[in-house]
C-alpha cells in the first residue's frame, strides 16, 4: 500500500475532487486530504467531496486505524498526525496560521511511512507544505505539485519549488493519471 | 532544527528519565509522536540545538525544567472552542445540574486554560458559581500558577469572543474580563470557586469523588492508548452516576467504557455516566 498525501488551500477544492472522482473504487492505496479550512465549520467538507468521489471519503477519530481505499480529510481546527499506530489528531499551535497545516501531515507521514509516501502539493496561497514535501523528498518518497500555470493562487507549489527538486509538475489530468498507475 | 524529525529511542528514554527523575513527571503516558513534536518545538523556542544539551540544561537549571515541562503540554486554541458543545451544555445539562443541592466539576490536565474559564463564565451566567466546587488539576506547577493569573492571550481573544457570541449574541466576553496594565485578565469572582491542585492523572486517587461533571476535551488526544483507558477508568469510578463526560470531538471512548458513559450527545461527545 502507498500512502498519498494531499494539501492544498485556496483553489485546490476542483482538483482534489477531481482527483477523488477519478480514483477506481477498491483503489489500494490511502489518500490523506490536508486542506486548509475554515475552522469552525465543522460540517460539509466531506459530503461536499464525497458527492463525486469514487472513494469513500471520511473524517478520521484520534487513533482510528488506517485502511487502503479511503480518503481521510484532517478535520477542521485539528492537526492529523499519521503515525505507526494509526491517526493522531492535535490542538497545538497553528503552524504557517494554519490547523490543520500541510507540514504536519507531511513530516508525520515522512517520517513514519518514508518511500511508500506520494506527496501532492496543489494551489495555495502560503507556503504550508513547501518544507514538509521536501521531507517527504528527503525521506524517499515522490513528490508531486500541481503545474503553477493551472493553479488558481501558484504561492503554494512556486514556494516548494523554491525549496527543493520536485519530481513532477504536473496538471490535474496527469495526476490523475499518475494516482491510477501507481503500484502498490 | 526539524520540528518533526524522530528521536532515538536511546535518546528519547534518557529525556523520559530525566523528567520523572526531576519532576516524577512520567513523560510515558503521552502519545510518542507528539511526545517528540512537543520537545522539539520547545527545544526550538530556547535555541537549544542538541538533545544532551537539553538533558544538560534540565539537570542544573531548575526554572528550565518547570518551562520545559509547561511546554509538553499543549495549551487550549481559544474559549468557547466548538460553540454549539457549550450551547448544549448550557441548555441541557447545566439546567440539569441547576437542581443539585452543590455541584463538584473536575477539568484535569489544565492547560492555557481556555476550557477552565469558559466553563466558569457559563456557571456564572446560569447562577451556578456558589453552589459549585470545580478543581482544576495539572501536574505541572507552572501550569497551575498560571491559570490562577488568568490572563487572556489577546491573539485568541477574537476567535474567543465570536465563539462565545454565537452562544450569546447580546454580550461581548469582555463583561467577564478585568484591565490592568494594558492586559486583560479572567474575572477574580470567577476564580474564587476553583481549586488548583497539582494532580497526576496517572494516580488512581483522584482529588475528589461523586463528581457531577468531568470536562477533559482534546485531552484524551496526546494520552497513548493504554492511559486513556486507565484514566477513564478513574473517572469512571468517581463521577456520580448520572453525572456528565465531556470529551472532545474527534475523541473516541473505547469499546470497553461504551457501557459506563452512554452519549447524550454525539455530535459534541457529551456522555452520562450510567
Known amino acids: ?184 | 532544527m526539524d520540528e518533526f524529525q524522530p528521536i532515538s529511542n536511546e535518546i528519547f528514554r534518557k529525556i523520559i528519565s530525566t523528567v520523572r527523575t526531576l519532576r516524577n513527571v512520567d513523560f510515558t503516558m503521552f502519545a510518542p509522536d507528539i511526545l517528540m513534536h512537543r520537545i522539539n518545538r520547545s527545544m526550538n523556542l530556547h535555541g537549544i540545538q542538541f538533545y544532551e544539551k537539553l538533558i544538560n540544561k534540565l539537570m542544573v537549571d531548575n526554572c528550565f525544567v518547570d518551562l520545559f515541562l509547561s511546554e509538553i503540554f499543549v495549551p487550549t486554541t481559544e474559549m468557547f472552542r466548538d460553540d454549539t458543545m457549550w450551547k448544549f451544555l448550557e441548555e441541557h445539562i447545566i439546567s440539569k445540574l441547576k437542581h443539585e443541592s452543590i455541584c463538584k466539576i473536575w477539568v484535569p490536565q489544565i492547560c492555557g486554560d481556555d476550557e477552565l474559564y469558559s466553563l466558569l463564565i457559563l456557571l456564572h451566567r446560569n447562577g451556578m458559581l456558589d453552589k459549585s466546587t470545580v478543581y482544576a488539576t495539572s501536574p505541572i506547577q507552572k501550569i497551575l500558577d498560571d491559570a490562577k493569573i488568568a490572563l487572556i492571550d489577546p491573539k485568541k481573544f477574537e476567535a474567543s469572543d465570536s465563539n462565545f457570541k454565537k452562544i450569546n449574541d447580546k454580550n461581548s466576553l469582555t463583561i467577564y474580563l478585568s484591565h490592568s496594565d494594558k492586559y486583560e485578565y479572567i474575572l477574580p469572582e470567577l476564580l474564587n470557586k476553583v481549586i488548583f491542585l497539582r494532580h497526576n492523572i496517572l494516580n488512581s486517587v483522584s482529588p475528589d469523588n461523586a463528581f457531577n461533571l468531568v470536562l477533559f476535551r482534546d485531552r484524551m488526544l496526546y494520552l497513548n492508548s493504554n492511559i486513556q483507558k486507565m484514566v477513564l477508568e478513574n473517572f469512571a469510578s468517581n463521577i456520580v452516576k448520572g453525572g456528565y463526560l465531556i470529551t472532545g470531538i474527534r475523541e473516541k471512548i473505547p469499546n470497553d467504557f461504551q457501557n459506563v458513559f452512554v452519549p447524550v450527545s454525539k455530535n459534541e461527545n457529551i456522555f452520562v455516566k450510567v
Not at chain 1, 477523488?20 to 489500494?28: R, S, V
Not at chain 1, 509516501?117 to 521536501?134: E, H, T
Open chain 1, 1 to 184: 500500500m502507498k500512502y498519498i498525501v494531499i494539501g492544498g488551500s485556496a483553489g485546490s477544492f476542483q482538483t482534489v475532487s477531481a482527483i477523488l472522482a477519478n480514483l477506481p473504487k477498491n483503489y489500494p492505496h490511502a489518500v490523506f486530504l490536508c486542506l486548509h479550512r475554515l475552522k469552525n465549520v465543522r460540517g460539509g467538507f466531506v459530503e461536499a467531496l464525497s458527492l463525486k468521489s469514487n472513494i469513500p471519503v471520511c473524517e478520521p477519530f484520534d487513533k482510528d486505524q488506517i485502511v487502503p481505499g479511503i480518503a481521510y480529510l484532517a478535520p477542521a481546527n485539528y492537526h492529523l498526525y499519521v503515525t505507526n499506530d494509526g491517526f493522531s489528531l492535535t490542538t497545538e499551535e497553528a503552524i504557517n496560521h494554519s490547523r490543520p497545516s500541510i507540514d504536519v501531515t507531511f513530516f508525520s507521514l515522512a517520517n513514519t511511512k518514508k518511500n511508500d509516501v506520494v506527496g501532492i502539493l496543489l494551489s495555495g496561497a502560503n507556503k504550508d507544505g513547501a518544507a514538509g514535501i521536501k521531507s517527504i523528498l528527503d525521506a524517499g518518497g515522490k513528490i508531486i505539485v500541481q503545474s503553477p500555470d493551472e493553479c488558481q493562487v501558484k504561492t503554494m507549489p512556486l514556494a516548494a519549488i523554491k525549496l527543493t527538486s520536485i519530481d513532477y509538475s504536473m496538471n490535474t489530468k496527469d495526476i490523475i493519471d499518475f494516482l491510477k498507475n501507481l503500484k502498490g
